[in-house]
């Protein structure tokens, strides 16, 4: 990607970048032509080479966007959030469901699903380079929990080996299941059953 200087510039990327968002979420990223993301995003053919040099490119640029987008808001979420008791680490992890929680909430309105979902379901399987990205992307929602479910860990079970870093993956994997879950029943209420459930769980594992 090249570097950007001005203004006009950082728009009409934002542009691009939100009209390939939009689609990819709702058509998938093989479905979605190129034409329709230009026609979208109200821009021409030389000022989409401008910003990006493929498809592909714009693809690997609309998951970093996303992904930065998400942890602006969930902070934002959590800095209106009573804190969290520094003395239990599971607390912090259930904060942090309650603030994806909240997320999900706010996001209820919007058609298509998750874009990384989206992306990993269609692409994962046949594009290496986009499985890759992927993976690092889920793997850096893990890495969210992974330092406070090891801090549990040694203050609950010092003498048990737990396999923090499966643990964390395992929540990710509830929090993707479960917003996909209440998209397709269109029950809201879904996602709090399943955090709720999940936080038991977790208090089972390393509060024994």
Do not use: W
């Not at 990384?116 to 380079?129: A, E, K, P, R, V």
């Amino acid at each position: 990607m090249r570097t950007l200087q001005q203004p006009r510039a950082l728009e009409t990327r934002e542009r691009i970048l939100s009209a390939a968002a939009r689609l990819f979420a709702l058509k998938g990223y093989h479905d979605t032509k190129l034409e329709e993301i230009l026609r979208a995003a109200e821009v021409t053919t030389g000022a989409f080479f401008h910003h990006f040099h493929s498809k592909e490119d714009l693809g690997f640029a609309v998951i970093d966007r996303h992904m930065e987008k998400r942890a602006e808001l969930v902070e934002q979420i959590e800095r209106h959030m009573p804190p969290a008791g520094e003395d239990d680490p599971l607390a912090q992890v259930f904060r942090r469901l309650d603030a994806l929680e909240k997320m999900v909430q706010q996001r209820a309105g919007r058609k298509g699903g998750c874009v990384i979902g989206n992306l990993s379901t269609s692409l994962s399987d046949t594009h290496d380079s986009f499985r890759k990205r992927l993976a690092a992307c889920f793997d850096s929602m893990a890495l969210e929990f992974e330092p406070h479910l090891k801090a549990a860990a040694r203050k609950y079970c010092p003498t048990r080996r737990v396999d923090t870093r499966g643990l964390a993956r395992y929540i990710v994997a509830i929090i993707e299941g479960s917003i996909m879950l209440a998209r397709t029943f269109q029950d809201r209420r879904m996602v709090r059953r399943h955090f709720d459930h999940l936080k038991e769980h977790l208090r089972q594992q390393l509060e024994a």
